[in-house]
């Protein structure tokens, strides 16, 4: 398999303080990688650089071969990649809608606009109930189900997932979870960023661990699900 | 009290609405620059009065009306807005308040003393036919540069209304105004958007400045005054909302009218920052604005 994404050494500090050590990781076209560590070790900090929203102090992104490290985040997405942010920030005072219709920024997904919208709404039918209401007015659910969408909309090839399931109620989260993995069944790549990290292993093809801003294990789903660190630190085994 | 006054009151009320239109396009240009990017337009008067000067010099030296010169001082303040955003405020926007409100004070004395030196202190006027002209409806007078004018500014901040609903561009800045974090995260160009409502929002003044002409000479120390007025139009109104602005200008010119009407003309401010007093007392977030924001 291809790879699709190469991180290759990335450093970024927050002033002094250092977010990321020389993180380096690989994901291939069709796999779903999930990056598993405590709050404040580094992971959402990973999700922004390789979106382009925080600059690296150093190292490389490469994209498909092509080095995106340090592009404007609206050239990223143009690219292909695509973000489920944490906290699903989606936009509270634009209806449903317009929520999705602002998901199809680059011009290639422009032109399929209408195709991925219906197809948005197949996957996520109360999308389609309520496109007129406010997205501020819908549940923490509807609310994630909306950010999914409108990443849906830019037609990414790799989704990067950060913290899907944070403050969700158990069912929903099963019903994210579900989601992630019918993407990748469709042929998406995906990123996934979760502090979940026996439904994220369980999902996950392959899985790094980080730990103050940087990789200290990986292996796959199973591997890591089985390691005795892991099963200590993480899963309280 | 005799029917004399009231209906004298209600000619004032009237005049006072159909400036109050103008005074809310104005006071428009500011709250979407704000609303959107959190940067406050210190410069917004001296903007204003600059669109005046433009107007005054196509209808002094080129005998364009100002009715027709508008739509080109728009697309020129638009132009001109962009420009400033991209390559002087946008290094800004991320600074503290008090480097922003230095870098568009400095703005301000710039555009202020340039008319200062092009135009001179004195007031400069346009006259036109349609100032001698007026419509009556009922008991009423009104004046027609005043009501074109008025009539004006509707048409223009319903066009705003259908750019920022209905087009792609102005969706989108609604949307980087909503979630900053959520725009970037989708890929629009928030530094490009940001441009565009600088554009925008410069657009706005200039019209209203090409409106306010045909009303009220020019001077550049008016200036001022006008910026003070935004802030207390949009203050009143609710800070980034734009039936508040609207509705803002309407009341504001309405207090000044009635203002001139029972004490005098130059007490009218006192009105205006009476009413910004209250309001800020009864309701802080303004009229139509959302508490907590």
Same mark, same amino acid.
């Given at each position: 398999m291809s790879l699709l994404l190469q991180v290759e050494a990335l450093g970024l500090y927050y002033g002094d303080a250092q +977010?990321?050590? @020389?993180v380096s990781l690989d994901i291939a076209a069709g796999e779903i990688v999930a990056i598993v560590g405590a709050n404040g070790a580094g992971k959402s900090s990973l999700i922004r650089v390789i979106h382009g929203i925080e600059k690296p102090a150093s190292g490389r992104v490469r994209f498909d071969g092509v080095d995106? +490290?340090?592009?404007p985040s609206f050239r990223v997405c143009e690219a292909g990649i695509g973000h489920v942010a944490e906290g699903r920030q989606?936009?509270?005072?634009?209806s449903v809608l317009e929520n999705l219709e602002m998901g199809a920024v680059p011009r290639r997904a422009r032109a399929r606009e209408k195709q991925t919208l219906d197809r948005v709404f197949s996957l996520f039918p109360r999308l389609a109930e309520r496109r007129?209401? +406010? +997205?501020?007015?819908?549940s923490g659910g509807e609310q994630q189900m909306l950010a999914i969408g409108r990443c849906l909309m830019g037609q990414p090839r790799l989704i990067m997932f950060d913290?899907?399931?944070? @403050?969700?109620?158990p069912t929903i989260v099963q019903e994210v979870f579900r989601i992630v993995h019918q993407l990748n069944e469709e042929g998406l790549t995906i990123l996934l960023v979760e502090q979940n990290v026996m439904a994220s292993l369980k999902i996950a093809h392959r899985g790094y661990v980080l730990e103050n801003g940087r990789i200290e294990l990986s292996g796959t789903g199973a591997e890591l699900l089985g390691d005795d660190r892991v099963r200590q630190a993480y899963l309280g085994l | 009290m005799t029917a004399d006054f009231f209906l004298s009151l209600a000619q004032a009320i009237a005049k006072g609405l159909l400036t109050g239109m103008v005074y809310g396009l104005m006071a428009l240009g500011l709250s979407v620059v704000f609303g959107v990017m959190?940067?406050?337009?210190?410069?917004h008067g001296e903007m204003m009065v600059v669109g005046m000067y433009l107007a005054w010099m196509g209808f002094e030296?080129?005998?364009?009306?100002p009715m027709l010169s508008l739509p080109l001082i728009a697309i020129l303040f638009f132009a001109a807005g962009y420009a400033l955003q991209r390559g002087l405020i946008s290094p800004f926007i991320n600074r503290p308040e008090h480097q922003q409100f230095l870098l568009l004070l400095a703005i301000a004395i710039l555009l202020v003393n340039a008319c200062l030196a092009i135009a001179g202190p004195d007031l400069r006027g346009v006259q036109m036919e349609a100032q001698f002209e007026s419509y009556e409806l009922g008991p009423l007078v009104l004046d027609a540069v005043r009501l074109h004018a008025a009539l004006t500014a509707i048409a223009i901040a319903g066009l705003l209304w259908l750019f920022f609903t209905r087009t792609r561009t102005g969706k989108s800045i609604r949307a980087a105004a909503d979630n900053h974090t959520g725009a970037l995260v989708v890929g629009l160009d928030v530094r490009r958007l940001y441009a565009f409502t600088f554009g925008v929002g410069a657009a706005c003044v200039g019209a209203a400045g090409a409106l306010m002409i045909t009303i009220i000479p020019v001077s550049p120390f008016l200036a001022v005054e006008y910026t003070l007025l935004a802030f207390v139009i949009v203050i009143v109104g609710g800070l980034g909302s734009m039936t508040g602005a609207l509705a803002g200008g309407l009341l504001i010119g309405v207090s000044e009218a009635v203002a001139g009407l029972l004490?005098?003309?130059?007490?009218k401010s006192m009105f205006s920052f009476g009413l910004l007093i209250l309001v800020l007392l009864l309701r802080p977030q303004g009229l139509f604005g959302k508490a907590g924001s």
């Open positions: +977010a990321l050590d @020389g995106i +490290a340090g592009w989606v936009f509270p005072n634009l007129r209401q +406010a +997205a501020g007015t819908l913290e899907p399931s944070l @403050g969700l109620a | 959190r940067i406050v337009n210190f410069a030296y080129l005998q364009v009306s004490l005098q003309p130059s007490l």
